[in-house]
């Protein structure tokens, strides 16, 4: 049966999803049966997430690990009667659980390199199961073609390294069926995760590019589930991501995550900057951690390289056929100096890049013609062919032709090109003689090769030899690894001739110098391996999601926009009967609205309030028993304008600077200090940020000077925010002024202007009167206002509020305040507003009038 949450991500995809294949008609029961989450529930005190309140103590936590392919190898039996399976030792997924816990429990979910008849699918499930702990994903051969040959492959792979589809023949343009099949093959793995989940006790580590709209699908069914993401290969820069049709999608999905890793800072730097720029999502970093807050939710970013498994390639070391198999290479090339090249055919790799700079190097470097040598390990293509695959081959073939010719003799080939796949133990003894390996892919997620070439030259520890232990490397400065391996001889690999002088430098240098570089590689291979890293991202998830069980967690939004909205338990979306039924029982009400995004929006070109705000602020304030107030940074001026028809309104504009009490004509200056000689010198610093920053503009008020930036760069215009913050600060550090940062400004003002001094006052006025306020009633959007609720949340402590007041400290979206209630924007606000004024008493019938 399929589950009523996924619906309309399959019609935000598709339209109408093809059929890809027919469901199983046996499926295995799931260990925790769930129910989606109501949206209409989000006003009730009950609503909770799928997932319960309080983390069961009964079970063990799990690893669930979920990747495109099963770490196994699978091989049909020679009487092609059933299969038979092997953990693939090569595999990265299977060395990640030796970083976890010995008591916790690895399951893998993922899907087989063979096409397994849909006959034998439910026997297979459950050997896989039972014997490795893994638990097939069968895709139909239709689906696989569209889903990882084609997204995969034609269109995710290359622009996350950087190749635009510029020609429908190399690379070719988005194509609508391949997305719907993406998304389908992601929603039946989450199919195979949800059969076996236990939601409150599991983790969920999901793996690369193939997978990255499913959490979305787990998230919509088990908002508290603790899931982490890592991505394997680059992450492009913002310029190159945002050409891609389901950017939005996409992104979105990944931040349905709780953390999020990256191989290199770059690659972080580069999500981050989408985020920003596609969603105006600012991070934050705290004690070294990095964070971006989505609706509620922390979601972590983490920064590390993936490492090797130490003990598989020592082992693979000690074996004797091993041994042999390198002193066969020692007497093959005795008296060279051996490069060694180790990559995927495939264009990013640039082996002919490699190629050109050997060339260089015995063009360039004589002395080195008959003496060095570059074996070029070429893997075969995995899947259906690659971009510009022909061309490649062929770019090499005639390479490899043309310099072995010019500098080839009997008993020397400058270049030994093998285009064969190599098993652990050949790539091992090819490291062993290797004096130097050459990494020259124009852009890749990590590459281990070197890491793998340091410990094979590092040799097996406690071994009798004396030898000392060198390994030198020249490495491209755009692969994963590179930033890790401070030792190594980094280049531009365009460059082909720059990185012939560095091949030069590498085994030119001192022997001395060799072993210093090596001895530093090494360390650092050795300390931070594949389990290090599991270790380190789990931890990281453990830390991420400590508080999903403290918080109440909602699931809203249709297909890729679904998000889980996280609050406190104390705060709340505000009650419109609540709120109504306080506000008719009480005597004397006090009611405080910020002006730009909550009653009026913030992005609205007309920045005059409507009629209908007029009128329901006129029914407001003419009740005798309200206290109602404009509370805004504009100035006083525009506001005056802005509300002329409501006579008995108040107003405190420029954060309380000035106030206009109900009723008067006459603004007063709260301020005592009258001297704005300080502009003077805030002026020209924020002139100078003004003509450096495209789209930015300067207010200039009365009492307050306001730098905004909503029309600049976004990245850019922060960056200069915080850059001017800092300069402001500094300028201004003995004038009696507060510089402040908001949303999308830079603002300079007296100390004395804060609207939470604006709130008390109005409460002083009250109680001096004899009518202290039994209901108070204060909306705002924006840091400003979080002064007003911070007085309002003390203000029973200072006798400025009986304990029977009412109080309903209200902020305008889903976001951390210190107000207890939200509503989601403008239009609820105005909502709210307007049942209040239905419920307003005349002032002509009104209680105090008739006592009086």
């Not at 390479?399 to 080839?408: D, E, V």
């Not at 990281?540 to 679904?562: P, Q, S, V, Y």
């Not at 889980?564 to 709340?572: E, G, Q, T, Y």
């Amino acid at each position: 049966m399929q589950s009523r949450s996924y619906t309309n991500l399959l019609e935000l995809a598709s339209g109408n999803f093809p059929v890809m294949g027919r469901e199983r008609e046996r499926r295995k029961m799931p260990r925790v049966m769930t129910v989606p989450g109501s949206i209409t529930e989000l006003d009730d005190d009950q609503a909770s997430s799928v997932a319960s309140d309080n983390p069961s103590s009964l079970a063990m936590d799990r690893m669930i690990v979920v990747a495109n392919q099963l770490p196994l190898k699978c091989k049909r039996r020679v009487d092609n009667k059933g299969w038979n399976f092997s953990y693939d030792e090569d595999s990265l997924l299977l060395r990640i659980k030796d970083g976890f816990p010995d008591d916790m429990e690895v399951l893998y979910v993922g899907s087989l390199t063979v096409d397994v008849d849909p006959i034998e699918q439910d026997d297979v499930a459950q050997v896989l199961l039972d014997r490795f702990g893994c638990v097939p994903t069968f895709l139909p051969p239709n689906l696989i073609e569209k889903y990882y040959d084609g997204f995969c492959k034609k269109q995710i792979w290359p622009l996350f390294h950087y190749m635009l589809p510029f020609s429908v023949e190399h690379g070719g343009r988005f194509d609508r069926s391949m997305w719907e099949a993406y998304v389908a093959a992601n929603k039946l793995f989450s199919q195979k995760v949800i059969e076996v989940i236990n939601p409150e006790d599991d983790f969920v580590w999901i793996h690369d590019y193939h997978l990255m709209v499913l959490p979305t699908f787990l998230r919509r069914r088990f908002n508290r589930l603790r899931m982490g993401f890592f991505l394997h290969s680059p992450f492009p820069s913002s310029e190159i991501y945002r050409t891609l049709p389901v950017r939005e999608e996409i992104l979105k999905a990944l931040l349905n995550s709780d953390l999020i890793g990256f191989h290199t800072f770059d690659y972080a730097r580069h999500f981050l900057s989408c985020c920003s720029r596609m969603f105006g999502l600012e991070y934050q970093s705290k004690r070294g951690y990095i964070g971006l807050d989505y609706y509620g939710r922390t979601v972590g970013i983490k920064i590390m390289p993936v490492g090797i498994h130490m003990g598989q390639i020592e082992s693979v070391m000690k074996l004797a056929d091993i041994e042999w198999r390198v002193e066969e290479l020692k007497r093959e090339f005795d008296g060279k100096t051996v490069f060694l090249g180790v990559d995927d055919m495939d264009v990013f790799k640039a082996i002919n890049l490699k190629l050109l700079a050997m060339e260089q190097l015995l063009k360039t470097h004589p002395s080195w013609q008959g003496r060095a040598v570059l074996v070029q390990i070429a893997n075969p293509v995995r899947g259906k062919g690659g971009i510009y695959l022909d061309e490649i081959q062929a770019e090499i073939q005639e390479s490899c032709k043309r310099i072995n010719n010019q500098f080839g003799k009997p008993g020397y080939q400058p270049i030994v090109y093998i285009d064969t796949s190599l098993g652990i133990n050949e790539r091992v003894a090819y490291y062993s003689i290797a004096e130097c390996v050459v990494v020259t892919a124009v852009r890749d997620g990590l590459n281990l090769t070197p890491y793998e070439y340091i410990v094979c030259r590092e040799g097996v520890s406690g071994s009798d030899s004396n030898e000392p232990k060198k390994s030198m490397l020249v490495v491209s400065e755009f692969i994963g690894c590179s930033p890790s391996l401070s030792g190594a001889i980094r280049v531009n690999p365009w460059n082909f001739e720059a990185t012939a002088e560095g091949m030069n430098e590498a085994i030119s240098m001192s022997e001395p110098e060799k072993q210093l570089r090596h001895e530093k590689h090494y360390r650092y291979v050795s300390t931070h391996n594949v389990g290090y890293w599991s270790k380190s991202f789990l931890q990281d998830m453990e830390r991420t999601c400590a508080n999903h069980f403290r918080k109440r967690c909602w699931g809203i939004g249709l297909g890729f926009g679904f998000r889980v909205v996280a609050l406190d338990p104390n705060f709340r979306k505000l009650s419109i009967d609540n709120i109504v039924s306080a506000y008719i029982k009480a005597k004397n009400r006090a009611i405080l609205l910020d002006y730009d995004g909550t009653v009026m929006p913030q992005n609205s070109i007309i920045k005059t309030p409507s009629r209908e705000v007029i009128s329901i602020l006129n029914t407001l304030s003419g009740d005798n028993n309200n206290k109602v107030f404009i509370v805004s940074g504009r100035g006083r001026e525009s506001l005056n304008k802005a509300f002329i028809p409501c006579k008995k309104l108040g107003i405190a504009a420029e954060h309380g600077y000035f106030m206009r009490w109900p009723g008067d004509l006459e603004w007063e200056t709260c301020g005592r200090n009258h001297d704005f000689g300080w502009m003077q010198m805030a002026e020209p610093v924020m002139k100078l940020y003004t003509e450096s920053t495209d789209g930015s503009s300067i207010e200039t008020k009365e009492s307050a000077l306001v730098w905004q930036y909503r029309d600049a760069d976004p990245v850019f215009g922060f960056a200069q925010a915080k850059e001017m913050l800092d300069h402001l600060e500094s300028v201004l550090a003995n004038e009696p002024v507060a510089v402040k940062s908001g949303q999308y400004i830079v603002e300079v003002k007296p100390q004395e202007a804060s609207k939470g001094l604006v709130a008390e006052k109005i409460f002083k006025s009250m109680a001096e009167s004899g009518k202290q306020a039994d209901f108070v009633l204060c909306i705002g959007d924006d840091r400003s206002d979080e002064d007003m609720f911070e007085i309002i949340g003390n203000a029973i402590s200072r006798n400025l509020l009986s304990v029977n007041t009412n109080v309903f400290a209200c902020t305008v979206g889903q976001k951390p305040s210190k107000a207890k209630y939200y509503l989601d924007d403008t239009n609820e606000v105005i909502m709210m507003l307007e049942n209040l004024a239905e419920a307003t008493d005349s002032p002509v019938t009104s209680e105090d009038d008739e006592s009086e």
